[in-house]
C-alpha cells in the first residue's frame, strides 16, 4: 500500500513540474517578442473612445467648411474617422496616386492638415499635385516594434511632386541636387505645425532616400505658431 502511494506521490509531482516548465517557456517566449506598441496619438485608444468619435465629427464639419469635397469611408482598421475623397484633391492640390488604384482610405485629421495649412504650404511653393505610393498601410515603422502612422490613416508617402508649369520634381534624383521646389516644400510644411513629421533624404536618408513621409497632428497633438493663431486658420485656408 505503501509504495503504490509514493508511486501516486511521484506522478503528481512530476506532471505539477511538467505544468510549470511549460508555464516558464510561455513567459520565455512572450518576453523575447514585444507586442507592437500602438502609438497612437495623447489620449486616443483602440477602439475609439465617444470622445475621440465626438471629436472625429467635428473633424467633418470644419473639412466641410473648408470646402473639401469627402465621404465617408470604409470601416478599415486602425481609422478612427475613415474618409475618401472622391476628388482627390484638397485646397487646390491633386493628390495622384503613382501605383495602386483606390479608394485610399484616409483619418479625416489628415485631410483637415491639408486643408487648414498643408494645401495652402504646397501652393506657396508652387505645387499642383501630389503624386503619392501610398496612404493607409497596416504596418509597422520601418525596423521597429511601433505600429506606423500608415495604420492610422495619418501619413502619406510622397516620392515626386509636380508644379504649375508641369514640371515633375523627384524626390530621389532631384533632392539632392537642391531641388528648389522640393526644399522649399520642407521648409513650408515644417512652418506650417500642422505636421508632427515630415521625414525627407535631408533628414532621414536611410530609410527616406527616395520619398516624403507627410505625418498629420491630430487634434490632441496640435500646435499652432502665434503668428498663424493671430492670422486665424481661417482665413489662411481661404487663401488656397
Ligand atoms: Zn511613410
Redesign the pocket.
Known amino acids: 500500500m505503501r509504495s503504490i502511494a509514493l508511486t501516486v506521490m511521484r506522478w503528481i509531482a512530476a506532471i505539477v513540474a511538467v505544468a510549470v516548465g511549460c508555464a516558464a517557456a510561455h513567459a520565455g517566449r512572450k518576453t523575447k517578442s514585444p507586442k507592437t506598441r500602438l502609438n497612437m496619438p495623447p489620449g486616443w485608444t483602440w477602439p475609439p473612445s465617444a470622445k475621440m468619435k465626438s471629436d472625429g465629427q467635428q473633424c467633418l464639419a470644419r473639412l466641410t467648411e473648408l470646402g473639401v469635397t469627402w465621404e465617408k469611408g470604409p470601416a478599415t482598421p486602425k481609422i478612427v474617422t475613415p474618409i475618401l475623397l472622391p476628388k482627390m484633391a484638397i485646397g487646390g492640390v491633386k493628390l495622384t496616386s503613382m501605383w495602386k488604384k483606390g479608394p485610399f482610405p484616409m483619418d479625416c485629421y489628415f485631410a483637415l492638415a491639408f486643408a487648414e495649412r498643408g494645401a495652402a504650404a504646397m501652393r506657396a511653393a508652387g505645387v499642383a499635385e501630389i503624386r503619392f505610393a ?1 496612404i493607409h ?1 497596416y504596418r509597422n515603422v520601418a525596423g521597429k516594434n511601433i505600429l ?3 495604420a492610422l490613416g495619418l ?3 510622397a516620392f515626386e511632386f509636380v508644379d504649375d508649369n508641369g514640371d515633375k520634381h523627384v524626390v530621389k534624383t532631384d533632392y539632392r541636387d537642391g531641388d528648389e521646389t522640393l526644399w522649399t516644400i520642407e521648409d513650408n510644411i515644417n512652418d506650417t505645425g500642422a505636421f508632427r513629421l515630415l ?1 525627407t533624404p535631408g533628414n532621414d536618408p536611410k530609410h ?1 532616400y527616395d ?1 516624403f ?3 498629420a497632428r491630430t487634434n490632441t497633438e496640435a500646435v499652432v505658431r502665434r503668428s498663424a493663431r493671430a492670422a486665424g486658420p481661417r482665413d489662411q485656408a481661404s487663401s488656397n
Do not use: I, V
Open positions: 501610398g498601410d506606423s502612422r500608415h501619413a502619406m508617402d521625414l527616406h520619398h513621409h507627410f505625418e
